[in-house]
């Protein structure tokens, strides 16, 4: 089965912030395996083929956090 590979640059400033995005990640399915990082302000996440790039971002956005950018598979993708 094939599989996705989105990135997210996102605005995280603390723990707390990271953590949040983690948690809706780990609840999503479909996420394979995900890696949050509050010191390079990204959220790298590897997704099966039937997960869609705007549901990802939407859920990442639902935490409150701003997405500064997004690509998906290597193409740079719209965060709107």
């Known amino acids: 089965?094939?599989?996705?590979?989105?990135k997210f640059n996102v605005a995280m400033?603390?723990?707390g912030?990271?953590?949040?995005v983690e948690r809706v990640l780990k609840k999503l399915d479909g996420v394979e395996k995900f890696d949050v990082s509050l010191e390079t302000q990204t959220a790298d996440v590897t997704?099966?083929?039937s997960l869609d790039y705007e549901?990802?971002?939407?859920?990442i956005?639902?935490?409150?956090k701003t997405v500064k950018?997004?690509?998906?598979d290597g193409e740079?993708?719209?965060?709107e």
Do not use: D, F, R, W
């Open 17 to 20: 912030c990271s953590g949040a």
């Open 47 to 49: 997704a099966a083929e």
């Open 69 to 72: 950018s997004g690509e998906a």
């Open 61 to 64: 956005k639902k935490t409150g």
């Open 76 to 79: 740079p993708k719209s965060i």
């Open 55 to 59: 549901t990802v971002l939407n859920t």
């Open 1 to 6: 089965m094939a599989e996705h590979h989105y």
């Open 13 to 15: 400033s603390c723990g």
